[in-house]
């Protein structure tokens, strides 16, 4: 089935310039004849889903997080919240709750409430997901996870990853252990987990990893569990909030971090500076992110050029919660 992507590929246009040309707006001559006829040569038909949503311009943005009970989100939608107030927009939000087919919901959801545009925090990007971005022919950013063809904002995770690992090897630890999560979510159980990896096993030593989940309660449980057999000195958590349940494990087990093992975590949430004792991170910059997003489905909106994938540094901040090895 041919799709505006397709038309907008073959005439060397932003698909927003195809659709303004099959909604009757302003286009150049020249390009209205190029795409008129890549339409006629394609038989290109507009989907049924997409003729009902009848041209509007709004100043609303839909956002679809992944749970409401993220740090991370929240943190972004803070950013997200700031620069759509600066920039004249309203905001829809919609959670998914962990759930990929509410995901593709919202995005229908959100495009029959005749959004000017979504931001879609996403935990992985399926061919449904693909599907229901291209079908509903509007300008649709993607934070978190890097796909082909879909402009999006991601983390430099495997940088994040590495750092990390670096760090603990330079501070004399070679057994490790890693509490990750599903590999669904590329970059954070993917790129961050492999960046560690590949950073640790620049020295001789061992390392395991142990999947669990990114609900907290789901990690104080498997830490209670893992924790007694542990022989690792450096113990990295997939995320803040997961470092934070290992933590509190920890402490019931009679263990005393640093002192029985070394514990990071990632994101840099500003809670975690306040933990005893306070936690090595690596400090993602949630909220400038949230505030480039803004600004660049606002650049979408209006058909102008935007990066198709851009890419947000991080920074290591070590605190009391890993030390050096005699």
């Known amino acids: 089935m041919v799709t505006i992507a397709d038309i907008a590929k073959q005439a060397g246009v932003a698909k927003s310039t195809v659709s303004r040309y099959l909604n009757g ?17 394609t038989g290109y038909e507009p989907n049924t889903f997409a003729r009902s949503l009848k041209a509007h311009n709004t100043n609303i943005i839909g956002v679809i997080i992944p749970r409401l009970s993220s740090s991370s989100s929240s943190e972004v939608l803070t950013g997200i919240d700031h620069a759509a107030r600066e920039m004249g ?17 919202n ?32 300008p649709v950013l993607v934070l978190g996870q890097e796909v082909e063809g879909i402009h999006t904002i991601v983390h430099a995770d495997y940088k994040a990853g590495h750092s990390m690992g670096e760090y603990a090897l330079k501070a004399g630890h070679r057994s490790f252990l890693y509490f990750g999560v599903p590999e669904e979510d590329k970059s954070v159980g993917m790129d961050r987990k492999q960046g560690f990896l590949d950073a640790v096993s620049q020295k001789e030593g061992s390392v395991e990893v142990v999947e669990t989940s990114f609900s907290m309660e789901k990690a104080y449980r498997d830490a209670l569990q893992v924790l007694p057999k542990l022989k690792a000195t450096y113990v990295a958590c997939a995320t803040d909030m997961m470092a934070m349940a290992v933590l509190k494990a920890a402490k019931e087990l009679g263990f005393s971090v640093p002192e029985s093992f070394s514990l990071s975590g990632f994101g840099g949430y500003g809670t975690v500076a306040y933990l005893s004792p306070s936690l090595t991170t690596v400090v993602y910059p949630f909220q400038q992110l949230g505030e480039l997003a803004v600004s660049h489905i606002d650049k979408l909106i209006k058909g102008q050029p935007v990066p198709k994938h851009t890419k947000m540094e991080n920074e290591l901040s070590v605190r009391e919660s890993t030390r050096t090895m005699k």
Do not use: C, W
Request: proline fraction near 2%; charged fraction near 30%.
């Open 25 to 41: 707006g302003s286009v150049s001559e020249k390009t209205r004849r190029k795409i008129q006829q890549i339409v006629e040569e």
């Open 89 to 105: 927009y309203q905001l829809i939000i919609t959670n998914a709750d962990l759930d990929p087919q509410r995901e593709i919901e």
């Open 107 to 138: 995005i229908y959801t959100l495009a029959k409430q005749k959004v000017a545009g979504i931001i879609f925090m996403a935990r992985e990007i399926s061919i449904e997901h693909q599907k229901a971005i291209e079908s509903i022919e509007i």
